[in-house]
């Protein structure tokens, strides 16, 4: 596979999101065996990026990325997040956004236990804690950088004003946010941000949650637990006109001799070249088709129809949900 780097962070091209193996999409957690093999597969083609959250089940897929990755943790760069679990909370603290310097510091000891290493190469926050000022978070990141636990500190979510003030008092070296064919608000203010700074970026969703696969035709396909059946995009008339952008990425998709998913992901790759996605799949054959697309040359005219899309029916996320969201 490609390289590039995100900030002096050498990663592959394309780094595998393992969220979807336990959490939120139909079919989390039914089948870890296979989900190892595709993290496994994953690293055997030669992706080094691996993004995991301590949020994620909460705790169970660090567990099973650290379970996969066990005797070949050192040919990865593994990323986590902190900040959605406040240790302090009495209830558990599930969801509840804590950025302190005392949170982050319990939290980076059970993701490293999980994980199965003694550090972390990226440690993202989740999402932005108004209640806590992100100099004592990227300070507090620091001083785990210092003692060897934390390689390197990221943000998710964040617009330019945090980034900047995070970056001040400690390089920041990626952000990751959504970001794909569908779903463009970082062009505005947060991508020009991070090019000045020399900020990396990790589009997360990249392929729209599997819509812009074309592989989704009805509502009907999800779980009830399904994370997607809250989100407006995928409801109801949003979602039958949305296929209507699904079919135009499958036309590009056949006219360029690759598949949808793939198209999602060259496209991404030709908006910068410290753009690294992370495309979550808990199957080995998609992590195969996935992985491919840093092979996939667009045409200028191909790019030109993907970038003229129009924008999707409905919004991504839902109101609570966008609330803790910086643009
Ligand atoms: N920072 C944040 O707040 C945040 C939020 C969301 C996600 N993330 C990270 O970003 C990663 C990727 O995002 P995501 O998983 O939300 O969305 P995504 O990568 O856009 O899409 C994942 C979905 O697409 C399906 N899929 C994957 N490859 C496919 C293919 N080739 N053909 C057809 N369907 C395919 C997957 O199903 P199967 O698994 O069944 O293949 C899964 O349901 C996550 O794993 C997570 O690590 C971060």
Known sequence: MKHTTLGDLDVSRIGL???GMSVFYTGAGTDDAES???VQRAVDLGVTFIDTAEVYGPYVNEELVGRALKGRRDEVVLATKFGMISHADADGGIGVLDGS?????TAVEGSLKRLGTDHIDLYYQHRVDPDTPVEEVAGAVGELVQEGKVRHLGLSEAGPDTIRRAHAVHPVTAVQSSY???????EERVLPALRELGIGFVPYSPLGHGFLTGTLRSPEQFDEGDWRRTSPRFQGENFRRNLALADEVRAVADEAGATPAQVALAWLLSRGEHIVPIPGTKRVARVEENTAADTVELTAGQ?????????????????????????
């Open 17 to 19: 999101g393992a969220m």
């Open 36 to 38: 190892v093999r595709t």
């Open 101 to 105: 310097r005392a949170n982050i510091r």
């Open 180 to 186: 794909s064919l569908w779903n463009r608000e970082v």
């Open 303 to 327: 790019l030109a129809k993907l970038d003229s899309l129009p924008p999707a029916a409905g919004r991504d996320h839902s109101e609570e949900e966008r609330r803790l969201i910086e643009r």
